[in-house]
Nanobody, 125 residues
Framework: QVQLVESGGGLVQAGDSLRLSCAASGRTFSIYGMGWFRQAPGKEREFVAAISPSSLSTKYKDAVKGRFTISRVNAKNTVYLQMNSLNAEDTAVYHC??????????????????WGQGTQVTVSS
């Protein structure tokens, strides 16, 4: 089982930017797709972005396209989420996740086997 630790959340104003990081333990980071999900109070966890093991493919929730960018540095066992032009609807706890199977880009919740504890992002309007 891999450990995932998110960081970079905080309280910002609408229009600001944040970069989230997720550090993974273990030696097999480079063969697994990674995803970012978020959960707002009273709502279900939802997909935000996913990236393939080699970074060749990415996928985004429609509401964040053009504002958020997912990336990874396999040599550092880290995946990032750059978030620009934040708005109040982006307020949530953001979790990173690792796919259950190698090579899968995990944009469905059930495709992920390991989850981080999350980092809070609060956007004031």
């Amino acid at each position: 089982q891999v450990q995932l630790v998110e960081s970079g959340g905080g309280l910002v104003q609408a229009g600001d930017s944040l970069r989230l990081s997720c550090a993974a333990s273990g030696r097999t980071f480079s063969i697994y797709g990674m995803g970012w999900f978020r959960q707002a109070p009273g709502k279900e966890r939802e997909f935000v972005a996913a990236i393939s093991p080699s970074s060749l493919s990415t996928k985004y929730k429609d509401a964040v396209k053009g504002r958020f960018t997912i990336s990874r540095v396999n040599a550092k066992n880290t995946v990032y989420l750059q978030m620009n032009s934040l708005n109040a609807e982006d307020t949530a706890v953001y979790h990173c996740a690792r796919a259950k199977l190698p090579g899968v880009m995990p944009y469905r919740i059930q495709e992920n086997g390991d989850w981080g504890q999350g980092t809070q992002v609060t956007v004031s309007s």
